[in-house]
């Protein structure tokens, strides 16, 4: 299986664009009309940050707004758009207009002040981190506008057409590797950013200067190429991956992680003050309790106080079972506990859930808590009657997940932008100003400090809502061994018994949380009447790493079994609800691989399963997944290398128990993934077609997940009748 298997020999058919398809009915106009409200609904908006307030070229200020993303209806692929701060103003400018003959993705629109790499000051604007095709080979480019520049560049060789858009777009680095994770430091003068160039394995560190940046570059219109420095070099044991995080204020140092998995990682600190950076220092936590390979950190930032200009404050696990928000002085090695619950620590106020995000500003830190799937927002002001509390934001919405931007580079950092995702929205943009609460924070029973706030919304930034949209509820239920397994669980409004859906999430570090799903969800409970279900099984995040950690390597099939304990469940204590012979499965990614162990454990018990972008045989996929992954992956999933895990891996792949799957499947890939290979879905489907009825589709110019109208629109489609066909067979369509 590690050789890729060729599928020249298929007999293809086309019934959409980037689509092929094989042993695929005609999928019938109905279901595209009776999609069209969903998929609509589900076009949400996002937003990669604020834009910088700058000056134009004759020095009038020009105040940033706010970056949204969002696919119109009349695009293959998402694009960006900018609105003003204010949310009284309905005003949404397109920025981009190009889709590069589509399945291109932008990561990142990460705003600048300005540069002068070509030797002429470009204000504004931002860097860019996009690939062409879905790939994940992410590129570094330039975005700016000429009104903002101090001089006008000829069109440059290789810049993409964005016309009718008034901005320019120049590609910076010109090769396959990938590249990504880019910090700005907080004085702009520097940007870091990491990738794979020096050897296509080790994801390394490198710092280019963005003004005063002396490139020998001119203003014509010859193609530029980012110079840089290499300042977090490979280790030379095992594969390095690491990626930067923030900046100190003086610009002397720079953190980065190195992540060695999902599940361990480590923080160091690299002074690059002087000519030629010093190695990276690992950062060690005094009085942590966790042992080292254990415990991981993220959303590391340094202050920004001038008078604690190397005060970090971070997220870890390394102090209990849960991420909690520490500060750590690098010129004291003292440490300072913020949310961190434990007996024997004190905390400014202990929270007993996953920090899910942190935001550090100038006056304030923001940060998210990720409770059983559902977000709750905090802060805590640095200065001030209210200064070192925590104060959680209680928000008047239907509650779901919700994630935030802050507009501190603009010396706003109270200023927040809010998005919103829950049963009711795809993803709406809101604004919020937290200064206004810190006069009237309340105290709960507990002693508590909490507001309430209600949220400004941005009419031009909210998708449209379908009507009898059906809220979550949580459920929990015993797996084989004890543990109790939660889920997600949604049932069509007036329905008695229904059949049901088991959906599986990716990761297997991720997490089925109250957010609205894909416009098939919202079709399945309305049009349909199928109840949905997303387990979050041993494996998953945002239950402490001790459940993250259950899954891990020989104890794979112990998440499988959690899938068994459901059906049984489904079976016994629910059967006034849900009609257990009419039962499927579905997942993306190792969901897939879920669902097709699924269907090889319990094919009895299920009545057709869906396979998105699946791992199918184990070795193979870890010898075929990029390069820069391959490390973490084994970490998780065992090292193929190892005779024994090997035996282990090929025993439980699915593609050697294809003869106990009795049960219709449905299999959809990206021809462009570079995590799971389409040679997985190939081969899956060129063994188990022989046993069973069995559905392919090689998505075009997609990678791991997709991206493009015509191809999610199809995929969509072609699931729903495919559960038309084999879960709903019984009942009267």
């Known amino acids: 299986m590690a050789t890729p298997v060729d599928y020249g020999d298929l007999e293809f058919t086309r019934p959409a ?29 996002g937003t990669p940050g604020f834009e910088r307030t700058t ?26 758009y ?4 204010d949310p009284s103003s309905t005003e949404l400018s397109r920025l981009t207009y190009f889709d590069i003959g589509s399945g291109r993705t932008i990561s990142m629109f990460c705003a ?31 975005y700016w506008e000429d009104s903002l520049a101090d001089q006008v560049l000829p069109k440059v060789q290789g810049e993409l057409d964005n016309a009718p858009g008034l901005g320019r777009i120049e590609r910076l680095t010109h090769d396959d590797y990938r590249y990504g994770s880019i910090v700005m430091s907080q004085t702009n003068n520097l940007m870091a950013f990491a990738s794979n160039k020096e050897n296509n394995k080790d994801t390394l560190v490198y710092v280019t200067r963005l003004i005063d940046s002396n490139t020998g570059a ?4 010859s193609p530029f190429t980012l110079h840089s420095r290499l300042v977090a070099p490979s280790t030379g044991e095992g594969t390095t991956m690491y990626s930067p995080q923030s900046f100190s204020l003086d610009d002397k140092y720079l953190l980065i992680i190195r992540r060695y998995g999902s599940s361990y990682n480590a923080l160091y600190a690299v002074d690059i003050s002087g000519e030629q950076a010093l190695l990276p220092k690992l950062i060690k936590f005094p009085g942590a309790t966790e042992k080292a390979e254990d415990t991981a950190f993220d959303n590391a930032a340094f202050s920004h106080n ?24 690098l010129d004291t090695a003292s440490v300072t506990h913020i949310t961190t619950s434990g007996a024997a620590i004190q905390a400014i106020r202990p929270i007993l859930w996953e920090i899910q995000d942190l935001k550090v500003t100038s006056d304030n830190i923001v940060f998210t808590v990720n409770v059983e799937g559902w977000a709750s927002l905090f802060f805590m002001p640095l200065s001030g009657f209210h200064k070192n509390t925590v104060i959680e934001v209680k928000v008047a919405w239907e509650r779901g997940w919700l994630t935030f931007q802050t507009n501190d580079l603009n010396n706003k950092p109270y200023e927040l932008t809010l998005h919103l995702t829950s049963y009711h929205s795809r993803g709406r943009i809101t604004y919020l100003d937290l200064l206004p609460l810190l006069n009237n924070v309340k105290k709960d029973e507990n002693g508590n400090a909490y507001v309430l706030a209600s949220v400004l919304p941005y009419a031009q930034a909210a998708p449209p809502t379908v009507a009898h949209e059906v809220p979550p509820t949580l459920i929990r239920y015993k797996s084989f061994d004890g543990l109790e397994v939660p889920a997600i669980y949604y049932h069509p409004v007036g329905q008695s018994v229904t059949p049901v859906i088991i959906h599986i999430h990716g990761g297997p570090e991720s997490q089925a949380t109250a ?32 459940y993250m950690a259950a899954d891990d390597v020989l104890k794979r099939e112990d998440s499988v079994k959690d899938i068994g304990a459901l059906l049984d469940h489904i079976a016994s204590d629910m059967q006034n609800e849900l009609d257990s012979s009419r039962i499927a499965v579905a997942g993306g990614s190792y969901g897939g691989y879920m669902s097709l162990a699924t ?13 998105n972008f699946g791992i199918v045989h184990w070795p193979s996929f870890l010898e075929n997944t990029a390069a820069v992954r391959r490390a973490a992956r084994r970490r998780e999933y065992g090292d193929e290398t190892i005779p024994e895990i090997r035996e282990f891996l090929d025993r439980i792949s699915p593609i050697n128990n294809t003869s106990k799957i009795t049960v219709p499947l449905l299999i959809t890939h990206g021809e462009n993934d570079s995590r799971v290979t389409v040679h997985e879905a190939v081969s899956m489907y060129k063994i188990v077609s022989k046993n069973v009825h069995t559905e392919l589709i090689i998505c075009e110019m997609e990678g791991h997940g997709y991206k493009q109208k015509s191809v999610i629109e199809f995929t969509n489609a072609a699931d729903i009748l495919f559960l038309e066909r084999y879960l709903l067979s019984k009942s009267n369509l």
Not at 306 to 327: E, K, R
């Open 599 to 611: 269907l090889t454990h319990y094919s009895s018990k299920v009545a057709c399963g869906i396979e």
């Open 112 to 142: 600048i002040l300005e540069d002068d790499w070509r030797g002429v000051r470009r204000r504004g604007g931002a860097i860019m981190v996009m690939d062409l095709n879905g790939n994940e080979h992410f590129q570094l480019w330039r």
């Open 306 to 329: 001038v008078n604690l200009p190397h005060l970090i404050y971070c997220t870890t696990n390394g102090y209990g079972d849960f991420a909690s928000i520490v500060t750590y002085d």
């Open 17 to 45: 664009r980037q689509i092929k398809a094989v042993n695929l009915p005609a999928v019938p106009q109905r279901i595209f009309d009776g999609m069209k409200q969903y998929e609509d609904a589900a076009r949400g908006f």
């Open 515 to 546: 957010n609205y799903r894909t416009p098939t969800h919202s079709y399945l409970l309305n049009e349909l009447k199928i109840a949905v279900i997303y387990p979050n099984v041993r494996g998953s995040s945002g239950y402490g790493k001790k």
């Open 82 to 85: 900018h609105m003003p701060t």
């Open 218 to 221: 001119k203003a014509d219109a």
């Open 55 to 80: 000056k134009d070229a004759n020095g009038k200020e020009v105040p940033g707004g706010v970056i949204v993303a969002h696919r119109p209806a009349d695009a293959q692929v998402t694009q960006l």
